[in-house]
C-alpha cells in the first residue's frame, strides 16, 4: 500500500525559506512520477512542480527560478525547496505519487500546512 507523509511545512516571513519533504513507501520508489500540488483555501488544487523517474522536472511558471523539485532515491524521498516565498504561497502542499505501468492513477499525501506572513 502507498503511503506519502509530508513534513517540513509551517510559518515563514515573507521572502524566506522552506524544504519539503515526502517520505515514501509501499512503491518502488526510483521508477515512480513524484511530484508537488498546493491548494489557497478558496482555489483549486495546482500543480507546484513534477519530477520523473529519469530525473526531468517540469515547473508551474509562477515558480521557476523559485522553488526546486529534488528527489533521493536512497531515502524513497522527494524534497521541495522554496526561496524567496510570497504571501500568495500560503496553501496546503501536497505530495503526489504515480506509478507504473501507465502512472495513470494518483496516490496523495495528507498535506502540510505552509504560511507565508507579510
Known amino acids: 500500500q502507498v503511503q506519502l507523509v509530508e513534513s517540513g511545512g509551517g510559518l515563514v516571513q515573507a521572502g524566506g525559506s522552506l524544504r519539503l519533504s515526502c517520505a515514501a513507501s509501499?512503491?518502488?520508489?526510483?521508477?515512480?512520477?513524484m511530484g508537488w500540488y498546493r491548494q489557497a483555501p478558496g482555489k483549486q488544487r495546482e500543480l507546484v512542480a513534477v519530477i520523473t523517474s529519469g530525473g526531468i522536472t517540469n515547473y508551474a511558471d509562477s515558480m521557476k527560478g523559485r522553488f526546486t523539485i529534488s528527489r533521493d532515491n536512497a531515502k524513497n524521498t522527494v524534497y521541495l525547496q522554496m526561496n524567496s516565498l510570497k504571501s500568495e504561497d500560503t496553501a496546503v502542499y501536497y505530495c503526489n505519487q504515480r506509478r507504473p505501468p501507465d502512472y495513470s492513477r494518483h496516490y496523495w499525501g495528507q498535506g502540510t500546512q505552509v504560511t507565508v506572513s507579510s
Open positions: 509501499g512503491s518502488n520508489f526510483s521508477v515512480t512520477r
